[in-house]
């Protein structure tokens, strides 16, 4: 696989048939060099559902170096408005069928990085919120690199092994998931403030927690 931090441009423009901004692209360079920040202060309107693309290059590109991966392979976008989980879907959605489609090389660089990682297809890609068909063959494969598009109630509840619609049995297995091996982007973190101090008590926990 020959795939650069200088091909993000062309993977995002292949995707969406625009250019990133700069601030996406500092973004990369960001997690690339030190992880994921704590926040991303951007204005409304500037495209922050393309921490998913960040997220996804980021994946690809890290994922044959096992002992150095700093972005998980299973990518949660949490909000709680149900319009924008469906906005940011439509875009997870995109970036599949484009790595499914494999039209240019870049696109297929980016496909064959995460396909190392060993899940059934190079994304998956998964919408969990109230009203629609719950689809959770997501949770089928813990290797799969996954977006997940969620409203707070969904991702919480599951974190907290519970689930809407799940039974007892599948509850830690959703617990694991999204607690281990996953990254939780909270939009609009302002209105999710109880969801927020939960993800902060639980980060606190697994600094303190030992390996038997």
Partial sequence: MNL??????????????????????????????????????????????????????????????????????????VVDRRVVVDAAFERAIRIRQRLSEGSVPVLQRVAEGLRVLGGDEPLAVAQLRGGIYREDRWAGNPGQPVILCSTVDQVGSRLLHRGYGLSSSMWPIHAGLLGNDCLIVLDEAHCSGAFLDTLEAGRRLRQVATRR
């Fill in 4 to 77: 650069s931090l200088s091909d993000f441009s062309s993977f995002f423009h292949a995707c969406h048939g625009v250019e990133p901004f700069p601030w996406q692209e500092h973004l990369l360079d960001r997690v690339l060099a030190g992880g994921w920040p704590d926040a991303i202060a951007v204005p409304t309107g500037s495209g922050k559902t393309s921490v998913l693309d960040v997220a996804v290059f980021a994946l690809a590109l890290q994922a044959p170096d096992a002992g150095g991966r700093t972005t998980p392979r299973r990518i949660a976008l």
